[in-house]
Structures are given as C-alpha cells and as structure tokens.
C-alpha cells in the first residue's frame, strides 16, 4: 500500500487560488505558494495546455489489447457499486495515462480520454506514476478551470513483485479542502491493491517465454541471436562478437518500444554496424512481452566506424526521451534556453551538444560574476552557463537588462534546483520558465539503466566480450536511488571494471557496499549515511562476522547491532 504527504492544497485553498490568478495573469505571484504546486503550473505551460480547455482531447489511441485492463476490469466492477453514485469517479489508466476505464460520474468531470500532463497539465494520475506512491490533488492545484472544484486520489498500480507502474487508478470527487486525507483513499488504495492480487494471481513468467523463444531461436546451433524485452536480455557467443554498444541500444529501443506499443518494430542499426537484425516479436497471452533478434554480418570489407558516443544521454524511457527531444525542438530556435534537474542528470553534457562547438562556456560555480562571458556573449557568441544557482547577484541582473534587450540571444543554463533563489535569480527563472527542460533523475527512468550500463562500460578489448551483469545485480542497481544520478552511475561502472578480476558476467557481490545493500528503509541523514557505509565495508571486509566488525569498528556488538536495526527504521 502507498502513502504520500498531504497536499498544500488543502492547508490554504483561497491564498492558492489568488496565487493561480496571477500566475494565470503574469502577476507577481504572493509569498508561501508550494514549489511544487508552482513547478507543476509552470510545466503546464511550457506544455502548451490552455487552462481554459472544456472539451475533452481527442480519443487517446487505446492498445489493441490490454492486459491490465483485461485482468483489472472485473475486479473495478465489482468495486464499482461503492462509489458514491453520481458524485465520484473511478477511472483506470494504462502506463501512458490513456483512459480504459471508467464509471460514475461527478460535477465538473466531463469525460476525458487522456491524463497525461501534456494534455491536461497537473493532476493525482501524473503526480502518483511519477513518484509511484498515492497522490492527492485538489481544486486549485489544478491547472485547468474545469477541475478547480474537484479533490482527486491516484494508487500507481505495480507490475507483480513490485516492479514498474503499469497504470494508475483514480478516484474523482468534489472539492474536499480541508479534510485530508482524501475521503477515497482508502477506496483508491483497496482498488489497486485488488488488481495487484489479481495481476499476481495470474502472472506468468515472462522471462519463460524469453528463454524458450532464445532456445528455439538458437535451435541448439551457433546462431547469433539475441532476446531483449527492454530490461532483460539473453546474447548468444555468436551474436555478442557481431553486437556493439550501439548496436545493443538499438536492440533494446526495439524491445521497449514492440512492449509498449504492443506493435513489433524494425531494428535501425546505426550506420556502418556490420550486420542486420531479423525482428521477432516473442508474445505471451497476446501481448509482445519481448523480441528475438537473429543477427547476420555484413559483406566482409565493411568498417564500423567509431561511434560519436554521449553516454550521459543515453536512455529510451519515456519521459528521458521526451525531454531530450523537447529540448532539441527549443534549440532549433535562437531563444535562450534553460536546462534544469537534479545533479548528475546529463544538464551540461546536453547543453554542450546542443550549443555547439563555437559556444563559450563558463561556470558559475568557478566564480559566479562571468563578465568575461558575459561580455562575449554581449557581442553576440552563444553562451553556456553552468550553475546558474551560483550566479552572483550582479550577474543575474545583467542577464536580465541583456535578456530585455536582447529577447533572442543564444544562451544555454544549466540550473540544479536547491536552495531558495534570490528575487533577481527567481525573475530569470520566470522568464525563462516556457523555454525550461527539466531532465528527469536516474531514479524516475530506472528502465534505462541497463542501456546506461553498456555505455558507460569501457570498451572491451579486441576479441573481449563487453562488460554483462547478472540479473541479481541488474535488480541491486535498479533499486539503489542514485542521489548523483547517471553521474553516480558511471563513477560505479568505472570502479566495478577496473577492480574486477573474475570472469564472466558482474555479481552482485561486487558491487560498492551502498549498491549491494540496498537502500536504507528509512531516510538517513548525511552523518548517518557515511556511518552506515563504513559498518556496511568493514562487515564486508571481515566476511559478515559482526563480532570482529564491531572490534575493528572499536564498539560492543550491541551498540553494531543497534545501530543496524536503527538504519532499517
């Protein structure tokens, strides 16, 4: 079952909706205003959704068959008769928050095909797959006039075992300000909880049905084939020295996009990769679950050139792949443009690619005056400033005289959100926030890690075979949550391969200590953090025994042992 703080919402509705007004408007906005209430209007924005919409979007293209809906719509039918009848609505979305299913009806929910933000802007379906826990979002929380009198509940339903969301489920009332938690939460949590018994009770294993397609596809000879579902893969010798990293990437595109589209694709190898790909898509229960990729080399002669490798930007997930590509449409025009997120999300590797080679570069946490850039920049050479955070207070004000007189000059930040910005830095901030991209952490776009990991891995020598990992320590790496991002990442990849003396795929076993622990149950502060890392090596390094960690520790064994149990909560 999942929890979620409650929503600002309900602590001060009248002050947020004088606060949605201005904002609205282009008024300053008042002071309390949640950040987060505050990013969502904005990104709503940047998505182009008129706050006036009335008209539900056109149909959302729904999939052809849907196992999630085929498996949860008994049990909705069943739930159904407990909704308060003509004033709630429980409605069912799929991973893309197209709407299967629906029943009741409340005032001021007209039908509507799509929850996502970019249709709709801010909403509990969006807030709950993103942060996979229940959401709550109230009146004018909202983005849209129409839903400013209505409380919604969002439960991300998760793939058995708890893995990746599948959809969501809502349920929609009138406005409930000041009465958290929602009155259908405990509903919107039974109902989820009911179709993650059902998903389990009937689950299969898809990983079955890889293998036997990889067996068959084999047929016990030296074929190269490879089987990929987008976060498992099965390489024969053969195809692993025909497979190089880019290569593996577009396989594992492939995959993803046949299981989420439920539509197999042709494979487009990179230029000059040596050999071709003959498609198959592997189905369970009707449904594409992978694809087998029976690979063939080229004519001989035929040169792989080295490939242009980022691998900071690599990922096929969803939201990274609608970020770089939002972020290469805004480029196109010779608008400033700011980059924001999490450090170690790929910020200033992505603005390099995209400012070019002639673009003077300058770091605001170097020394946040700049003037020489500034300068520079003044006489018209593209500009890339990292850091803007650390921008000085005279730099942020000159930014703003030369973004006034200069509305089209091209200019590229970078911005870690964090500590609250000064008003001249918050001006900037607004000015740009219709031309800001923010780059989703590695935590949200778990599915990519495994693309990530064989760009990152250093090339394997010649007639090597590349870095693999074992699925045990596939799954450790997918659930570690990565505070410094892909950054974090490769700085583990780079240990691993260079430490590791065995053969064969990476254990779990080596992996660093925090890695292969997991995370902590609860959050732990930063002095708790580096504590718990140096029980967790010296235990390792004593090979587990707690009495001799606890004496080279120089504590008693209870004090080890109370420490452990304090970590987990």
């Known amino acids: 079952m999942t929890t979620t703080e409650h929503s600002p919402a309900v602590?001060?509705?009248?002050?947020?909706?004088?606060?949605?007004?201005?904002?609205?408007?282009?008024?300053?906005?008042?002071?309390g205003v949640p950040e987060e209430v505050l990013a969502a209007w904005r990104r709503a924005r940047f998505f182009g959704v008129p706050h006036d919409l009335k008209e539900p979007i056109g149909d959302a293209p729904r999939p052809a068959e849907s196992p999630l809906l085929g498996t949860a719509r008994p049990v909705l039918e069943r739930i159904a008769p407990a909704l308060d009848t003509g004033h709630a609505v429980l409605i069912l979305t799929d991973a893309r928050l197209r709407v299967l299913w629906s029943s009741g009806s409340a005032p001021g929910l007209p039908p509507c095909p799509w929850l996502s933000e970019q249709e709709v802007g801010h909403n509990s379906a969006a807030l709950a797959l993103r942060t996979r826990r229940r959401a709550e979002v109230h009146g004018p929380e909202h983005f849209l006039d129409v839903w400013q009198e209505v409380s919604a509940v969002s439960v991300p339903v998760l793939a058995p075992g708890g893995g990746h969301a599948l959809g969501t489920l809502t349920v929609a009332a009138h406005l409930c300000g000041g009465r958290p938690p929602h009155p259908q939460a405990a509903l919107a949590e039974a109902a989820a909880a009911a179709v993650e018994a059902e998903l389990l009770a009937h689950a299969g294993r898809p990983e079955q049905a890889l293998l036997d397609a990889y067996l068959r596809a084999t047929g016990g000879e030296e074929r190269a084939v490879a089987v990929l579902d987008g976060r498992n893969r099965l390489i024969s010798t053969a195809a692993e020295r025909l497979v190089t990293p880019e290569v593996l990437r577009a396989l594992e595109r492939t995959a993803s996009d046949a299981r989420h589209t439920d539509v197999p694709t042709a494979a487009e190898l990179p230029e000059g990769s040596g050999c071709t790909a003959r498609i198959t898509p592997v189905r369970r229960e009707g449904a594409v679950v992978g694809i087998v990729a029976v690979l063939e080399a080229r004519a001989e002669g035929v040169t792989r050139p080295a490939p242009h490798r980022l691998p900071l930007l690599t990922g096929s997930s969803l939201p990274w792949r609608h970020a770089i590509a939002r972020a290469a449409e805004l480029a196109l025009s010779p608008e400033p443009l700011l980059l924001s997120g999490e450090r170690g999300t790929g910020k200033t590797a992505l603005a390099r690619e995209l400012a070019g080679a002639d673009a003077r570069v300058g770091d605001a946490a170097e020394g946040g005056a700049l003037a020489p850039e500034l300068a520079e920049w003044a006489r018209g050479r593209p500009l890339l400033i990292r850091h803007a955070e650390r921008l000085t207070q005279p730099a942020v004000a000159t930014l703003n005289s030369l973004l006034d007189e200069h509305p089209e000059a091209r200019l590229l930040l970078t911005h870690t959100p964090g500590t609250a910005p000064g008003p001249c830095l918050q001006r900037l901030l607004d000015k740009l926030?219709?031309?800001?991209?923010?780059?989703?952490?590695?935590?949200?776009?778990?599915?990519?890690?495994?693309?990530?990991?064989?760009?990152?891995?250093?090339?394997?020598?010649?007639?090597?075979?590349?870095?693999?990992?074992?699925?045990?320590?596939?799954?450790?790496?997918?659930?570690?949550?990565?505070?410094?991002?892909?950054?974090?990442?490769?700085?583990?990849?780079?240990?691993?391969?260079?430490q590791r003396r065995a053969a064969g795929p990476v254990r779990r076993s080596e992996l660093p200590d925090p890695v292969r622990e997991g995370p902590a149950v609860r959050p732990l502060s930063p002095m708790e953090s580096a504590e718990r890392a140096t029980i967790l090596e010296t235990l390792h390094r004593h090979g587990g025994n707690k009495s001799r960690a606890a004496a080279a520790l120089g504590i008693g064994r209870a004090t080890l042992y109370r420490k452990l149990r304090g970590y987990e909560g």
């Open 433 to 498: 926030a219709a031309r800001t991209v923010t780059l989703p952490p590695l935590r949200e776009r778990t599915e990519d890690i495994r693309e990530l990991l064989a760009a990152l891995a250093p090339r394997p020598a010649p007639g090597q075979p590349p870095v693999t990992w074992t699925l045990d320590a596939l799954r450790a790496l997918e659930r570690h949550p990565w505070p410094g991002n892909v950054t974090e990442l490769a700085h583990v990849v780079q240990a691993v391969a260079e």
């Open 11 to 31: 602590r001060a509705l009248p002050p947020l909706r004088v606060a949605r007004q201005r904002f609205l408007s282009g008024r300053p906005l008042p002071d």
